[in-house]
């Protein structure tokens, strides 16, 4: 279903494919079957003989060793560096299962870097780290940085990850994201910016509440602000987060507000976007109504959402909706960005991910959106690696974060075209 246009939708909501249920047996052969797991390292230049050999390891790789120890950065050059990320987790906050360990959050790892690989051509090694101690992780992912272009945590959970993630930002010189926050507060900002467009909503007048107090929320949050959102109620599982609260942590106390009202239906009266990133059906019929004409709704609980778009069109037929969820249109999925983010920040040896890249990303994939007509973009829509990688390593260049000299745009667009080309050619061993 398109709901790019310039008037609000007002048709009932179609299912694009039924919600595939996955049985315990099928994904328990898929990872074990042919080769365990989903993920190797295979050699990228040849060594089969004596002399590719020689040139491979002993001796020839002496010599681009002693560049680089004269110039760094030379190992963007002569290693993977350039196009290598490290997905790195310690298991405290995995999917919807928790804090369930280090080795155990393995095969999202790994499926994470597939995800890399598949959109991006990224490379990853993943990286379970046994560490619950927030200094001790940070000193472990500092002391290997040096192996990888960028560094993409993982499944970290809250509040330690914002401490993590700080902290790496000012120590090591490479790109250093948490997709559970960025890469959800992205994607959502760049429906946002598309549905205000389409039901004629001005950003800074709008009232917007967010269910959920976590690190994706808190990073829409601030997204959001950054965008000029300047109305925002927050919730968590004790209402509504106002200054009379005694019980807030420092990140949730920047989201503080005056205000009598203690729970999310007081707040959502006359709200023009709600943005659900809790727990499924807590959404009511009173409290869709209750919501500003054409409301906003991104009911990104997963697997069921904070009210099914089904009911919600039932209740208000000028409703735009968007979920987590693969089975309905409008999807909001992390992997819309950090592919992508990634890929222009690695190709322009950018120090770190900056606000710049990152704005520049949601309007990458808002202007997108809106040129194929849609919310979003489908997560298969291959234009997204043109699109935002391009946006994004041209924000490097523009903000001071790229080391890459002599960048040119349309030479980078035509690498991406070429790269994208070799990416369709891309062949796995277990079939």
């Known amino acids: 279903m398109k709901y790019y246009t310039k008037k609000v939708v007002k048709s009932t909501i179609r299912i694009t494919e039924e919600f595939m249920k996955i049985t315990k047996e099928e994904a328990l052969k898929y990872h074990k079957e042919c080769k365990p797991g989903k993920i190797e390292v295979i050699p990228s230049k040849p060594s089969k003989t004596r002399e590719e050999l020689s040139l491979a390891y002993t001796p020839g790789v002496a010599f681009p060793c002693l560049e680089i120890k004269e110039n760094p950065l030379k190992a963007y050059e002569y290693t993977n560096k350039s196009n290598l990320v490290a997905v790195i987790s310690n298991g405290t906050a995995v999917l919807g299962l928790g804090d369930i360990g280090a080795v155990a959050s393995k095969p999202v790892m790994e499926g994470k ?25 940070c000193e472990i992912v500092k002391a290997i940085s040096p192996t990888f272009g960028g560094i993409n945590l993982e499944d970290i959970k809250a509040p330690e990850c914002f401490e993590i993630e700080s902290r790496l930002k000012k120590e090591v010189d490479i790109p250093v994201m948490h997709d559970d926050q960025h890469g ?53 599982s004790k209402g509504v987060i106002s200054v009379n609260r005694k019980d807030l942590s420092v990140y949730k106390k920047e989201f503080a507000v005056e205000t009598e009202k203690t729970q999310l239906k007081d707040v959502l009266k006359g709200a023009d976007v709600f943005l659900g990133l809790s727990k499924g059906n807590i959404l009511s019929e009173e409290m869709i109504k209750s919501m500003n004409k054409n409301p906003i709704v991104f009911a990104l609980a997963n697997p069921v959402p904070e009210i099914n778009p089904e009911e919600a069109f039932r209740i208000r037929k000028d409703v735009v909706i968007a979920t987590g969820r693969s089975d309905y249109p409008n999807q909001i999925n992390n992997v819309i960005a950090f592919p992508y983010i990634f890929r222009g920040a690695l190709d322009t040896r950018a120090r770190d991910i900056n606000d710049e890249m990152v704005i520049s990303a949601v309007k990458a994939i808002s202007d997108l959106g809106k040129k194929k007509g849609s919310l979003i973009p489908s997560p298969f829509d291959r234009d997204l690696f043109l699109y935002v990688s391009k946006a994004v390593a041209e924000a490097a260049v523009r903000s001071g974060s790229a080391r890459i000299k002599g960048f040119s745009p349309k030479k980078y667009e035509e690498t991406l075209k070429e790269r994208l080309k070799q990416m369709e050619n891309v062949s796995y061993r277990c079939v």
């Open 113 to 137: 870097g597939v995800l890399f690989k598949i959109f991006a051509d990224i490379d990853v090694f993943d990286i379970e780290v046994s560490e619950k101690d927030p200094d001790k992780f």
């Open 184 to 236: 959800t507060a992205v994607v959502s900002a760049a429906a946002l910016l598309n549905a205000l467009d389409l039901t004629g909503k001005k950003i800074s007048e709008v009232k917007v509440v967010i269910n959920g107090a976590g690190a994706a929320a808190i990073a829409c949050g601030r997204l959001f602000k950054k965008l000029g959102v300047r109305y925002i109620y927050m919730c968590d």
